[in-house]
């Protein structure tokens, strides 16, 4: 009952119907839906299977294509609701975590983002003189992931945190969704942070605000719905409409263990540009006294 | 029923059942399982849905894995498969074809195998001198995919073909499966070229001795498995279970037209090491007279 | 004396001075400077080394940088530029090919240009209700190198065009220059088409209108200097300076064996940037009747 | 005349002569040529440009290419090198540090090498019993460039080396020479961990027992040599001949100020070879207890 495997808070929601302890609130803004979950107790945490906080989904069909007016849009939105995550608050420095695997196409969202975020911190420190005076400090680091650095993600953020001192942690993830209409076309915010076993690779210890010690914004995007997820929607709601059972569990245990997921076959080429989306969008949020195109001259 | 989407013959066979004008024979070499099947006239081509011609498959659970040992055994075994189905003849030259998308990981099995299979032909004709005798003429080609080149790829083949005027064509492709369990574990050979509509782009034209107008052989590794066909399988066995029945037909069109795709989250690593293996096994039929590490040498 | 390896008419222009059958004619649009310089006859052609047509550079000192602004004029010189070559003809399929090796930074310009070059003939042909009536018939071709094909650039191309019958031709090279001021600062646009033994890598064949029956246009974006270039000059200068004499034969054929070549550090992202503004001039050429952002917009 | 751009402390001695505090020895082993560098005490250090340390080059004139049976040896030899300046000590955990921006290909080999060094620290912690007793714990870590992450590359690497406590730390770093025929066919091992402001970027914090606390063992591959070191030698040599003097010194800023260097063409291939040598060499020095052939096995 509780296995559905999906990062989404409205997933979660939407599989759990009414709970109290959850609030709601949908609305349509240009093409898109935004639909804001807030998490609001332990009661309404332990029903959703995820932390308490506030989780902000912007979904628009078209999210990965590449006409200019749509996502400077999106973006613009996906910039606004990161901002409110943070209130706004224009000083100190922030540090923009890219999680997972690079050379792994599903994986490599957070990786690709922190590549196109302006970063800043350097100069400000060691050449103000040569920076405009309305940039806010920026700092990136892709941890990269356990398999391929023998450390937990979690010991190397840490000890960069503890190091750089940020006012602000931002912490970019591919996720899994439930639904494959929700694959490159949704994206969630939220100031819960990064729940340990999240994410494509399912590898990820926590990154909170407890962990870390400094406010965390994660933004994700669903990326693949594992294959079991699939076939067990499927399977149940077959089984609901025939009156039948059948026990569906051997099958599934198998795509678990050979790591098996759903995914777009073009999504090389998605992933490039929802990672422009999404970095465009945090580029908007923390540095709200620049235009984009500045933003985009200043990434050179 | 005839909807199934598989690109091994081996497949096909295992759904239809005995079929006249279809022989199977299976053994296994090492620890890989071995299956010939051959299509040996139109009332077998059409049960199959696949031409006419000798479709041998190559089993190994592990065989994208480096160890050494296995992948040389492994190689040796699809030098040998290969160079059965022309013969042995060891002169003449040969053109290897890569098709697929490179930038796209799950069809990108072909232009990076070309990238492996030692080219000689320039030597040959221009520095004869340079070049040890033994070596075959040999040249490769990556025609790209049409939805990036605006040509379709049977159009750039044929005219590279007929100014090249190769002995022999071997075509590289990745496919679909219908078992998941095949993805990245099989290897398949055949004499009957490429059909239209196969492989993980589903956008082929054919390429055979017939449209080419030299013996054709093809080299593909199933990569995929449509969602739909996994999703219609596992249904199909549900109903039959249950004996219930329910219409599955829109939820698979639904998935069709994303063009959703099963495959391991670990896919980019996978296709390296079996692009790898692929190139040693065609490397090794057509260069009878050199050892592995002459190939590995002169390809520098 | 006619050892200078340059691919720029300009440079060969500069190094002979006033030479009967070449006029040079120099103006400045915005911040770049247009040089075009005009080989009438052959005595013109011998004198410079290059055959007869119309060269013109395009120099600027930032222009591989990023600002929206910046490219944007720079690309729509560059359109007039090339549509000037073909005399603005707008009806006909053009084949845009792409020369050089993708995974050899300072030679894969051409490839990464034609990555991003609206590809639209296929629809045209398969399903012409599908896109626009005002987009012109365009496709792409990396043929690539002959040391990783074992055939020789021309005959792939020469087969291609054949084939397709292209109204025009437009290759994109990445060039050699005499001074490091003019690495990834300038375009040559020519209707000379590719001479032989010209690019990076000194490995092409003829490509112009006698080589293969159409108009040719090539674009070359100088990436590198020899390394025995810049020394030849230095040194020359440095002799003429003392009066003294030295053979500097010796150092410079070692230089040349292995193939050694000056550039920027910087020159992957540089390269991205520039294959971006030659695609864009090359798009707003081919495509007058469509805007920059139509443009990226329908190259999804 | 101590403006000679060079990490290679034998270059220094080269240029500087016989100098009190510095000893050298050079013998051959195979094909290669193995140079002693002792820098003995300050005096040493001062004269050099280089801190106190031993520095051993590994020098063989086909280091990057690919036959196996040359790189077998090199890589042994490699890792006895590295073994003896941690005196062969075969327990504790070892970090492998991979200087060096991923996407310039110029300065790419240290984030390859960390690719393929043998990362066993997490399985080792988290599950024994899936390892092989023999395997000692390793971790690796791509901090990036400060260009690219907005904090020293040093800070970055102090904080994880605090939080992880390794017993030994390995920095891989490309890096600039005098000569262009030490290009891809040297390899430096030095005790001395990483001076400020060596490496192809030039953006280098100290990496040293002073500064990480830990035994720093630094390898570093020759990619570039500056163009104005190039200038400066041919030059020299020049004036030396013919008695004249000539006032250098604006040529070569120029080409300073442009971060001008000289590369083969060829880099890309030639790197990847080397970046497997030196893991290779790396590996065989942290796992004595291996063969390379187990080494690959568990790398998959």
């Known amino acids: ?43 309404g945490a332990q029903a959703m299977g995820k932390p308490m906080g506030v989780y902000i989904t912007i979904e628009q069909s078209n999210l990965y294509e590449k006409e200019a007016q749509v996502t400077d849009e999106l973006a613009a939105c996906l910039s606004r609701e990161i901002a ?15 999680l997972g695997n690079r050379d792994l196409t599903p994986d490599s969202l957070g990786p690709r983002v922190t590549e196109e975020v302006l970063v800043s911190r350097h100069i400000l420190s060691q050449m103000p003189d040569m920076i405009d005076e309305r940039v806010r400090s920026v700092c990136v680091l892709s941890p990269g992931v356990m398999g391929s650095t023998g450390m937990e993600t979690g010991e190397v953020v840490s000890a960069v945190v503890q190091r750089i001192q940020p006012d602000l942690v931002i912490v ?27 994410g494509v690779g399912n590898h990820r ?37 025939s009156g039948a059972k059948f026990d569906i569990s051997v099958l599934l245990r198998d795509m678990d ?14 992933v490039r540009n929802v990672a422009s989306l999404v970095a465009d969008g945090i580029n908007g949020a ?15």
């Open 1 to 43: 009952m509780s296995q559905i495997r999906t990062d989404l808070a409205m997933e979660s929601r939407e599989a759990a119907g009414e709970i109290p302890g959850v609030e709601m609130k949908q609305m349509t803004m240009g093409g898109a839906t935004v639909t804001r979950v807030t998490v609001l107790n332990q009661e």
């Open 84 to 98: 409110t995550l943070f209130h706004r608050e224009k000083t100190g420095t922030a540090l923009v975590v890219g």
């Open 172 to 198: 970019v993830d591919a996720l899994a969704a439930r639904s494959t209409g929700r694959i490159l076309t949704t994206v969630q915010v939220t100031d819960a942070g990064v729940a340990p076993g999240s």
């Open 205 to 241: 210890g926590a990154l909170t605000r407890e962990t870390l010690g400094v406010p965390v914004i994660a933004v994700g995007v669903p990326m693949v719905v594992h294959a079991s997820t699939i076939l067990r929607d499927s399977m149940e709601k077959l089984m609901e409409k």
């Open 257 to 270: 263990g050979a790591n098996l997921v759903v995914t777009p076959v073009m999504i090389d080429e998605a």
């Open 286 to 300: 923390l540095q709200p006294d620049l235009t984009r195109e500045e933003i985009h001259a200043m990434r050179i």
